[in-house]
């Protein structure tokens, strides 16, 4: 029989994705046949399954650590945050509808029996399921029809591992708390407890544990450090990029305007991870760097909207100066719809705006139209005629005159544009930056040397070097009782 343990956490972001990661690359390294697996997952850095579906990048990133092909199965339901209309439903990969919050809240008991048929799906000849929640099960006004925790842990019957995050401070609080206010029935669904994120000497915090067992019981399965390693994956949240710094004294400034509907930023890691590059996020409020040589447009999961503020901002000014100092702009997927000249939704996908001007750096035009797009491509780039492997995950369709040079081509088919200087491309295409040989050469198209590290092998080190890390740090005897 599969064994499963559930993840969950006292809040959002403390740590249970990378977690829920380095657990299962430990169990693989360990000869166990793993599986992750997370009910409900609200997002927009969104995936393509290798049985071609979305799911949650998180997910994806975790089979990687299992070392095991991805499934829609693996994230079930994905909520997709966009404008006015609320949030895009999938389910089990493919659209299933929209609801705003409330209408969701009633939805939500219709969506377990598709959780539990993905959960045996994702179980079957595995040894074990490492199941991620979401939020935290201390938010019991949502308790009432609940997939995301404590309604899957009692429906599945599974045991829940409560994860605190020591770094941002009332950690005991936060757990004595959680214990305080669940029910009896889900209380019973916790089997221990991991604080993660702690600094410096890890006895320091003996009293805290001996405190959290006096009020709940709960045994400690271990203290897990700030782990070093876990900036070298991608992030699953858009609430890292209120955390990154800017960088300074690099060969190239990239500069990223933070869209209010972000979506698939993660295709900006490999960039942050160049020695060379030094990669700044623009917030709202602040202006685009003058000394950035290239900005870079990234995904929206509402581009009508984001096109407006971007507008708010003043960035359309910053970056017609920008271009007319010579820089350079790369648009993807909503990025490169908004660097058109127009954009128009006559089916009213993303709310009541049905047209809006474009940017008007590309001679194209987009038209929202209710196919989707999905699906995982092989490609190479028409700029620098290197090959990429990327994904397509989009509504829309665009021409013009400056699709008659496409930035890159797609299973043998032309994709996106290039403007007739070519200081402006656009492509459908996530995952660009991705190609070790694409970032060495956009290098040296600013006269930088070198670049191109294997950014992927970088990514499965990081995962092999935090699972060896939780290894040491973890019960030993809780990480046996994983163990078929």
Not at 393 to 412: E, F, K, N, Y
Request: aromatic share 4%.
């Amino acid at each position: 029989m599969t064994k499963t343990i559930m993840l969950q956490g006292t809040g959002s972001d403390v740590g249970k994705t990378v977690l829920v990661a380095g657990l299962c690359r430990l169990m693989a390294n360990r000869g166990v046949k793993v599986a992750p697996f997370k009910p409900q997952n609200m997002s927009n850095n969104a995936a393509v399954s290798d049985d071609g579906g979305e799911i949650g990048r998180a997910q994806w990133l975790q089979s990687m650590a299992a070392r095991i092909p991805s499934s829609v199965h693996m994230n079930p339901v994905l909520l997709k945050p966009q404008s006015e209309t609320g949030s895009q439903i999938i389910v089990q990969g493919k659209v299933a509808g929209q609801a705003k919050g409330r209408d969701y809240q009633a939805l939500k008991p219709k969506l377990m029996a598709a959780v539990m048929e993905s959960l045996e799906t994702v179980g079957a000849g595995r040894d074990l399921v490492v199941v991620e929640g979401a939020g935290s099960p201390a938010e019991i006004n949502l308790r009432a029809g609940d997939i995301a925790n404590m309604g899957f842990a009692t429906r599945a019957n599974v045991p829940v591992v409560l994860v605190g995050d020591i770094d941002r401070g009332g950690v005991i609080a936060s757990l004595v708390g959680t214990h305080t206010i669940l029910s009896d029935e889900d209380r019973r669904m916790i089997s221990g407890y991991i604080i993660n994120k702690f600094r410096g000497d890890v006895s320091l915090f003996d009293d805290g544990v001996a405190a959290v067992q006096r009020f709940t019981g709960w045994p400690c399965f271990g203290v897990v450090p700030w782990l070093k390693s876990a900036g070298r994956l991608p992030a699953e949240d858009s609430v890292v990029l209120e955390k990154l710094a800017r960088g300074g004294g690099k060969a190239l400034k990239v500069a990223v305007p933070v869209l209010s509907r972000i979506a698939n930023f993660d295709d900006l890691d490999p960039l942050a991870a160049e020695p060379e590059i030094d990669l700044v996020f623009v917030r709202a409020g602040e202006p685009i760097p003058v000394d950035a040589g290239l900005v870079v447009i990234p995904g929206s999961k509402a581009t009508i909207a984001d096109l407006a503020d971007f507008r708010a901002q003043g960035w359309d000014r910053d970056l017609q100066a920008h271009v007319r100092r010579g820089g350079h702009v790369i648009g993807i997927c909503g990025g490169y719809q908004m660097l058109g000249s127009r954009v128009t939704d006559p089916h009213g996908i993303e709310g009541n705006v049905r047209e809006i001007e474009g940017l008007g750096l590309l001679s194209v035009e987009t038209e929202m139209a209710p196919e989707k797009t999905v699906r995982n491509s092989m490609a190479r780039s028409a700029v620098y005629d290197v090959a990429l492997d990327g994904y397509e995950i989009h509504l829309g369709r665009t021409t013009g005159s400056d699709c008659a040079r496409p930035a890159v081509i797609i299973d043998h088919r032309a994709d996106g544009a290039v403007s007739t200087d070519g200081r402006v491309s656009g492509t459908y295409l996530h995952g660009l930056f991705a190609s070790d040989a694409y970032r060495a050469a956009l290098l040296n198209s600013f006269g930088i040397e070198g670049g191109g590290e294997n950014y992927r092998q970088s990514v499965d080190r990081a995962l092999d070097d935090i699972a060896a890390e939780l290894e040491t740090v973890l019960d030993a005897r809780w990480l046996d009782t994983l163990m078929p």
